[in-house]
Antibody, heavy 116, light 107 residues
Framework: QVQLVQSGAEVKKPGASVKVSCKAS????????MHWVRQAPGQGLEWMGT????????TYAQNFQGRLAVTSDTSTSTGYMELTGLTSDDTAVYYC?????????WGQGTLVTVSS | DIQMTQSPSSLSASVGDRVTITCRAS??????LAWFQQKPGKAPRSLIY???RLQSGVPSRFSGSGSGRDFTLTISSLQPEDFATYYC?????????FGQGTKVEIK
């Protein structure tokens, strides 16, 4: 069955960077976009960016331009989301997801807490 | 960017009620619209894609309709496990955006 398994919770200081991983299994990793979505405490869902692994093609939301890097390793079927210059506003649960159409699967989420 | 506006932001309903949530896009998105259900502490779950197509395994009491700018999610007979927050999301173009959510609470 399709699974997206994310790395564990992180606590970071302001100004630091965080890199979250998402290991995919049960489907052809290179054939589907991997998206990243975040949710601040008590807030709604915010789309951050995406990668098409077979071409390593990325698209980012304007809000994250210059701070966000989405990458993938096709040899391990793993996607990565790295966010730099963290502030308290980046405290959120970060999800990877296939999104779009009938093939829609989500990781379990990774809590990133930014605190001094 | 395409903005998605959901209404209402919250509602109270009883088991067995018919519930309708609406979502309006700031411009036409054809049928590139999905609906998600989210329970506290859990990842969102896809219910509907392409505006009206039911995801595999989703109960038939959920249905979606609409095209262009206006969309609706209907729960025909609310069940106890349906109390949750619901989001619409377009995937017509980047950036994808979500509605602000509708919290369905027990009356």
């Amino acid at each position: 069955q399709v699974q997206l398994v994310q790395s564990g919770a992180e606590v970071k200081k302001p100004g630091a960077s965080v890199k979250v991983s998402c290991k995919a299994s049960g489907y052809s990793f290179i054939s589907y976009y991997m998206h990243w979505v975040r949710q601040a405490p008590g807030q709604g869902l915010e789309w951050m960016g995406t990668i098409y692994p077979s071409a390593a093609a990325t698209t980012y939301a304007q809000n994250f331009q210059g701070r966000l890097a989405v990458t993938s390793d096709t040899s391990t079927s793993t996607g990565y989301m790295e966010l730099t210059g963290l502030t308290s506003d980046d405290t959120a649960v970060y999800y990877c997801a296939t999104l779009g159409g009938a093939f829609d699967y989500w990781g379990q989420g990774t809590l990133v807490t930014v605190s001094s | 960017d395409i903005q998605m506006t959901q209404s209402p932001s919250s509602l109270s309903a009883s088991v067995g009620d018919r519930v309708t949530i609406t979502c309006r896009a700031s411009q036409g998105i054809s049928n590139y619209l999905a609906w998600f259900q989210q329970k506290p502490g859990k990842a969102p779950r896809s219910l509907i894609y392409a505006a009206s197509r039911l995801q595999s395994g989703v109960p038939s009491r959920f249905s979606g309709s609409g095209s262009g700018r206006d969309f609706t999610l209907t729960i025909s007979s609310l069940q106890p496990e349906d109390f949750a927050t619901y989001y619409c999301q377009h995937y017509a173009a980047y950036p994808y955006t979500f509605g602000q959510g509708t919290k369905v609470e027990i009356k």
